[in-house]
């Protein structure tokens, strides 16, 4: 079983950043996709930003210029830089991550606990 464990988050004024983190354990052979998505108040959940094995990445519209997803393979780590935040990133933001576990092989998907981001404005 592969765990999820998200730290960052918080409140901030309009024009701050944040950095979110989101550290996988447990039993784990290899982590392929590893993304953000977030929920806001009343809307469902969307996908913010993904990131490949091999670096890649994607974003929403939304965040595109002022958000960078990045990992560190060796930590098994994902993050989510976030700058020039506006009041409409407000939400609860929940990291996802793909992979196959270090028992059978089988293939795994994870998420985290979510951590709330309110920006201020």
């Known amino acids: 079983q592969v765990q999820l464990v998200q730290s960052g988050g918080g409140l901030v004024q309009a024009g701050g950043s944040l950095r979110l983190s989101c550290a996988a354990s447990g039993s784990i052979f290899s982590i392929n996709a590893m ?69 059978p092989g089988r293939p795994y998907d994870s998420w985290g606990q979510g951590t709330q981001v309110t920006v201020s404005s």
């Open 35 to 103: 993304a953000w998505l977030r929920q806001a108040p009343g809307k469902q959940r969307e996908l913010v930003a993904t990131i490949t094995t091999g670096g890649s990445t994607n974003y929403a519209d939304s965040v595109k210029g002022r958000f960078t997803i990045s990992r560190d393979n060796a930590k098994n780590t994902v993050y989510l830089q976030m700058n020039s935040l506006k009041p409409e990133d407000t939400a609860v933001y929940y990291c996802w991550v793909t992979g196959f576990d270090a028992g």
